[in-house]
């Protein structure tokens, strides 16, 4: 079955640089599309990049400064976050769900992205 599994996460000054990565596995990753999300505890998680008609879709909090990548031969899926800011913090998750048949969809675990001076 399908696995997701999350990795990059740490503690990252505002204004500084930070990569999520998430390896997909247990299935063709042909046939999923995998998007981003972030949650902080007593929020609802939120969409943050999703791929899409040749560019991807983007929350407007993250517009300009984050960029997500794909790459079909590692099954993996990148978000770089350029010029973080405190507000940027969260869990972040990454979610496959089936093109065909999107109500069938998988989550990973999330790692955590700190930003603080």
């Known amino acids: 079955q399908v696995q997701l599994a999350e990795s990059g996460g740490g503690l990252a000054q505002p204004g500084e640089s930070l990569s999520v990565s998430c390896k997909f596995s247990?299935?063709?990753?042909?046939?999923?599309?995998v998007g981003w999300y972030r949650q902080t505890p007593g929020k609802q998680r939120e969409l943050v990049a999703m791929p899409g008609g040749g560019s991807a879709n983007y929350a407007a909090s993250v517009k300009g400064r984050f960029t997500f990548s794909r790459n079909d031969d590692e099954n993996t899926v990148h978000l770089q976050m350029n010029a973080l800011k405190p507000e940027d913090t969260g869990v972040y998750f990454c979610n496959a769900y089936l093109v065909a048949l999107p109500a069938v969809s998988y989550w990973g675990q999330g790692t955590q992205v700190t930003v603080s001076s």
């Open positions: 247990g299935s063709s990753f042909s046939r999923y599309n």
